[in-house]
């Protein structure tokens, strides 16, 4: 059986804003069950990948598919129930509190005759204790941190139960304290038994952190795998226009990027 029918994947996918093409007959299967990290240059197509791979951003029919069947094919809410997105820059709705954000991710699971499932209480319980969120379920989102904020949005797509959670730049704007814990409950996700693909810009954190990094540049995917089967001097020089050595995390033991000095 091919990854194409068992997965997510995008097939010859061009896609772009306007008549600018952003990407360009891309291929491209999500590695299931792991965290995987797209990382690339701004502008190099990062966020249209994700968007596209989440039915956000309009495609041609038959350049992605779930399972073999293009996404174009499948009812919303069936879409919502296997695939979450969280955007770069959600909304908050006004006065709603953490509890009331997280229930919005079974919004998939409701029918116009049932506002409510069996299943909600246990989830959107189960959400809030992964994401550390418990003790303000009754909190205002408005009134959260910036890392806090970030956990209840992780915690609404924890909550909606989908095998792909698909993130783009879930730390952006967040403190080096915040990113770390981001990055470490995208692990604890994957070792549930999910799918994780974000986009991010920190090399050094995409190295350490995820299973897979999908290197992407100019609308094109040139380097997949391990970060230490991939990571190169060349590569960073030809992709992110810098000079660099690659050392090794002395923690971790992951690849270092270490940008040469002037």
């Avoid at 609308?219 to 090794?248: H, Y």
Wanted: net charge negative; aromatic share 6%.
């Amino acid at each position: 059986m091919t990854a194409l029918a068992t997965g997510l994947a995008a097939t010859k996918l061009s896609v772009g804003y306007g008549a600018q093409p952003v990407l360009s007959d891309l291929d491209f299967t999500v590695p299931e069950g792991r965290f995987t990290e797209v990382i690339g240059p701004n502008g190099c197509g990062k966020s249209t990948l994700v968007k596209s791979l989440s039915r956000v951003l309009a495609t041609q029919p038959g350049m992605v598919h779930f399972q073999g069947t293009p996404l174009q094919k499948l009812r919303p809410k069936h879409l919502a129930q296997r695939i979450a997105l969280l955007p770069q820059h959600p909304v908050v709705p006004e006065g709603v509190t953490v509890g009331g954000l997280i229930a919005r991710g079974r919004y998939p699971y409701h029918s116009p005759l049932r506002q409510w499932s069996v299943d909600d209480p246990a989830a959107i319980e189960q959400a809030l204790e992964d994401t550390g969120m418990t003790a303000f379920a009754q909190f205002p989102v408005a009134q959260l941190s910036g890392g806090q904020r970030q956990r209840a949005w992780l915690a609404m797509v924890l909550a909606q139960q989908t095998q792909y959670v698909l993130l783009d730049e879930p730390t952006s704007f967040l403190d080096i304290a915040h990113q770390i814990e981001v990055l470490r409950l995208c692990r604890s996700i994957t070792a549930n038994g999910r799918t994780v693909l974000a986009v991010l810009h920190d090399l050094n954190q995409a190295a350490r952190y995820a299973d897979q990094l999908v290197v992407m540049h100019q609308g094109r995917i040139v380097a997949q795998g391990a970060a230490d089967e991939i990571l190169t001097t060349q590569l960073i020089t030809e992709v992110f226009g810098l000079e660099a050595m690659i050392g090794s995390d002395p923690w971790s033991g992951s690849p270092m990027v270490v940008p040469v000095a002037d």
